[in-house]
DNA sequence: AACGTATCTAACAATTTTGTTAGCACAAAA
DNA sequence: TTTTGTGCTAACAAAATTGTTAGATACGTT
């Protein structure tokens, strides 16, 4: 067997992993259904990862990473005027969190039931955010002296975003049936939801 | 044993099961670590609930009934002018959550995981959510044809106050450590949060 | 071709976890 | 006093789940 296909099986087995992982949790997760959705015996997924316990960390590892890219696609572009940057910021965020809709719920869970794990997400997010803080304060102080906005507090600016954009996608199962035809394609729904959620934060820093 | 004791065995173990559903959910949660917290042989949670899923059955209905209170929280005074009501409605709301903080997670993660109880959800939740949502867009609508508020549509209204007032208790473990000083006691971070998810939703009624 | 190494499989082992059962103790009813 | 039923325990049973191991197979290197 060559490299690619070694690379092919081992990467298989990352993938029904990821899926795994990211639908039910680590609790909820067996290493056999990990193994038999990749096509390999369950002796394959010991050789290659040792312990379950291992093959999560790889997930894990691989997640933060992403979430921190997500934090990073709310800072927005510094070039332009600060209500554009973070409109901007707001919509590259939702569409982040769109393509990774799982991403949320695994990340809050997997933080709540093991908090040793924090210093790890800290490591990955923790600058990124103190960037994106600092960077977004300082241009909200200055236009808010400028008069051109109302004077936020970032973090808590931050939060909100955060909170509009994440929830859209924890509680899809939900609004579906409750939503009515608002929903009846998904797209649709969600464009509109990101049109929301811009329109409240850009009125919270709306000059009155 | 008389039959205040007995109630007082049986609750006990429904007390253990709750705390341990809530925190673990229902993979991470072990029959035997209920027990033993309730201070009762494994057999004794067997005899009285037969099997883990009937004890589990037990701890999501008393949470989806919950849940539907939190629902009902939300619709405010109907006696009271439209933006106090809505005040009213998040203030209630954010504050039953604070009083419950582990329900979004479990409702979320237990929705996720088992579509097919979503019924059950609906059975409860239904009737308030469209209860709360017509109640509410018919002075929203009489409101804004006065021109005393901006229109908006009730159920992406929600889905905000939702959002704002959930996601600060799904994320608190985050935040803490991020947020610095902002958060050195709960208390006051969550009446910030409070005022902060009030003044977000108020400001995107008001009239411009 | 012979050797060494990485890949892979089948079978087994250990542990955990849920669930059962036979029977004891005790109290209330007959 | 016998009977009956409920609460309860200890021991056992069954199944699922993770992990190991001995050896087979393939494959490149010398």
Chains 1, 2 share one sequence.
Not at 6 to 34: M, N, P, V, W
Not at 62 to 87: C, N, Q, W, Y
Request: aromatic share 10%.
């Amino acid at each position: 067997m060559d490299n690619q296909e070694r690379q092919s099986k081992e990467q298989q087995i990352l993938a029904a992993a990821e899926q795994e992982f990211l639908t039910k949790g680590y609790d909820g997760a067996r290493t056999t259904s990990i193994a038999q959705a990749a096509g390999v015996t369950h002796a394959m997924l010991h050789y290659y990862f040792r312990t379950k316990e291992q093959l999560f960390e790889r997930i894990v590892d691989e997640k933060f990473e992403t979430m921190s890219h997500s934090m990073f696609a709310i800072m927005g572009d510094p070039s332009l005027p600060i209500v554009e940057r973070i409109k901007g910021g707001i919509e590259a965020h939702f569409d982040f969190i769109a393509a990774n809709p799982l991403l949320p719920r695994f990340v809050i869970n997997e933080i709540i039931s093991r908090p040793e794990r924090y210093k790890l997400l800290y490591k990955r997010v923790g600058s990124v955010i103190d960037n994106v803080y600092c960077g977004l304060q300082f241009e909200i102080d200055r236009s808010a002296e400028r008069g051109e906005i109302e004077w936020v507090d970032v973090k808590m600016l931050l939060i909100s975003i955060l909170s509009l954009n994440i929830f859209t996608f924890l509680a899809y199962p939900f609004m579906e049936p409750l939503m009515g035809e608002l929903m009846a394609d998904r797209e649709g729904f969600l464009a509109v939801r990101k049109a929301e959620n811009i329109e409240t934060i850009l009125r919270r820093i709306k000059k009155q």
